[in-house]
């Protein structure tokens, strides 16, 4: 369980989150979404411990997180960033490989067991042929397996991605979400991803979380919060809503 208190937390004397409360459970797939400025990645640091609250507290598995070693983190939630930026290029097998890092002891190397992991994980998302590849030389949508496959070597119950779908066009959106569920159905994995999709976010995920001004604003299935008031609350703006005839998901139809 990973469980923030009313969370109050920012970046030097400007608080972003105000008194923000809530609970990842294991097995949750969950999607944060809120207009910019909301809070969303802010609150994503502070889970895994980035940055430190002003006032309440996170809980991991019932540890206060700003009390635990980076490396217990590490061993827990696996994050995803929007795009990875590197000072030096790295092939995908590197990228991979350092997902392992927090198993590594003091001076320890890589083992055996180690590039097993790496081996499999790219092998079940079709990334075998791209091994020796520069991170440079892929697609927007193969650099986000990648960094996917780096979460899933790290062996952890817990992935939290931000924004990882915002730089891809449509098909590769979808590609991603649906990676991401048969992770979650298959894995037992929880996900949490910040996203400014929520039509994708709705067909996809089980629970939707939606913060405002540094606030939760609402959590449930889409069904409870696909909900032309709720939306209006969120974004200020009336956004009517449709199931879609393929998820039976509550969507949204732009004015």
């Given at each position: 369980?990973i469980?923030?208190q009313?969370?109050?937390?920012g970046?030097?004397?400007e608080?972003?989150?105000?008194?923000?409360s809530?609970?990842?459970?294991?097995g949750?797939f969950?999607?944060?979404l809120?207009?910019n400025?909301?809070g969303k990645?802010?609150?994503?640091?502070?889970?895994?411990?980035y940055?430190?609250?002003?006032?309440?507290c996170?809980?991991?598995?019932?540890?206060?997180v700003?009390?635990?070693?980076?490396?217990?983190?590490?061993?827990?939630i696996?994050?995803?960033?929007q795009?990875?930026?590197?000072?030096f290029?790295?092939?995908?097998?590197?990228?991979v490989?350092?997902g392992r890092?927090?198993?590594?002891?003091?001076?320890?190397?890589?083992?055996?067991d180690?590039?097993?992991?790496v081996?499999?994980?790219m092998?079940?998302?079709n990334l075998?042929?791209?091994?020796?590849?520069?991170?440079?030389?892929?697609?927007?949508?193969?650099?986000?397996?990648?960094?996917?496959?780096r979460a899933?070597?790290?062996?952890t119950p817990?992935?939290?991605?931000?924004?990882?779908l915002?730089q891809l066009?449509?098909?590769?959106?979808?590609?991603i979400?649906h990676?991401?569920?048969?992770i979650?159905?298959?894995?037992?994995?929880t996900?949490?991803?910040?996203?400014h999709?929520?039509?994708?976010?709705?067909n996809?995920?089980?629970r939707?979380?939606?913060?405002?001004a540094g606030e939760?604003?609402?959590?449930?299935?889409?069904?409870?919060?696909?909900?032309?008031?709720?939306?209006q609350?969120l974004?200020?703006?009336?956004?009517e809503?449709?199931?879609?005839?393929h998820s039976g998901?509550?969507?949204?139809?732009y004015?």
């Amino acid at each position: 369980m990973i469980e923030a208190q009313n969370l109050s937390c920012g970046y030097g004397r400007e608080l972003i989150l105000k008194g923000a409360s809530l609970q990842i459970a294991p097995g949750d797939f969950c999607a944060l979404l809120g207009p910019n400025g909301a809070g969303k990645s802010t609150l994503l640091y502070a889970l895994m411990g980035y940055l430190k609250p002003e006032k309440g507290c996170v809980e991991l598995f019932g540890k206060n997180v700003s009390l635990l070693k980076g490396s217990y983190i590490a061993r827990q939630i696996a994050f995803v960033p929007q795009e990875s930026m590197h000072e030096f290029d790295h092939t995908v097998n590197e990228t991979v490989l350092m997902g392992r890092f927090p198993y590594l002891g003091l001076l320890q190397t890589y083992s055996a067991d180690d590039y097993r992991v790496v081996d499999e994980v790219m092998a079940m998302l079709n990334l075998s042929s791209l091994k020796h590849r520069w991170l440079s030389e892929l697609s927007g949508g193969e650099k986000q397996r990648v960094l996917i496959a780096r979460a899933l070597a790290q062996e952890t119950p817990y992935i939290l991605l931000d924004e990882s779908l915002s730089q891809l066009d449509i098909n590769h959106q979808s590609e991603i979400m649906h990676l991401l569920q048969d992770i979650h159905k298959n894995q037992g994995k929880t996900v949490l991803i910040v996203s400014h999709n929520l039509n994708l976010a709705a067909n996809y995920a089980e629970r939707l979380i939606f913060i405002k001004a540094g606030e939760i604003l609402a959590s449930g299935s889409p069904d409870q919060l696909m909900q032309p008031q709720i939306l209006q609350d969120l974004f200020g703006l009336y956004l009517e809503t449709v199931p879609n005839p393929h998820s039976g998901r509550p969507n949204i139809i732009y004015p």
